[in-house]
Nanobody
Framework: QVQLVETGGGLVHPGGSLILSCAAS????????MGWYRQAPGKQRELVAA???????SYADSVKGRFTISRNHAKNTVYLQMNSLEPADTAVYYC????????????????WGQGTQVTVSS
C-alpha cells in the first residue's frame, strides 16, 4: 500500500559527506512527519532527525550542526545531508513516515523503510 525506499548509503571516510534519500510511494494523501532513525550493532534504534509537515525540524544532539534534514512535499521525499561524518555515525539508517493518510481513508498509519547501511571508516 505505502512503501518507503531509502537510497544513498555507503562507505565514506571520516570527515566525508553523504546524502540519504527516502521516497514514499502509494496512494498517499498526506504525511505528517518524516524522519531518520539509525541503529548501530548492539544498540537501540535512535532518532537522528525529523521534520514535520510545517517544516519544523528536530535533531539528536550528536548530529546537530553536522546533519540537515529536508523534505519535498510534492514528491513525498525526505533527505538527510550528512557532513563531517564520524565513525560513531556508522549504522543502518531507517526512514520513517508518521501519520500517513491514504486516499479514501481517515486513519493514520506509520511506515518504515528497509534501511540503508552507512559506514564511516578509514
Amino acid at each position: 500500500q505505502v512503501q518507503l525506499v531509502e537510497t544513498g548509503g555507503g562507505l565514506v571516510h571520516p570527515g566525508g559527506s553523504l546524502i540519504l534519500s527516502c521516497a514514499a510511494s502509494g496512494s498517499i494523501f498526506s504525511i505528517n512527519t518524516m524522519g531518520w532513525y539509525r541503529q548501530a550493532p548492539g544498540k537501540q534504534r535512535e532518532l537522528v532527525a525529523a521534520i514535520v509537515r510545517g517544516g519544523i525540524t528536530s535533531y539528536a544532539d550528536s548530529v546537530k550542526g553536522r546533519f540537515t534534514i529536508s523534505r519535498n512535499h510534492a514528491k513525498n521525499t525526505v533527505y538527510l545531508q550528512m557532513n563531517s561524518l564520524e565513525p560513531a555515525d556508522t549504522a543502518v539508517y531507517y526512514c520513517k513516515a508518521e501519520g500517513v493518510v491514504v486516499h479514501g481513508s481517515a486513519r493514520e498509519y506509520d511506515y518504515w523503510g528497509q534501511g540503508t547501511q552507512v559506514t564511516v571508516s578509514s
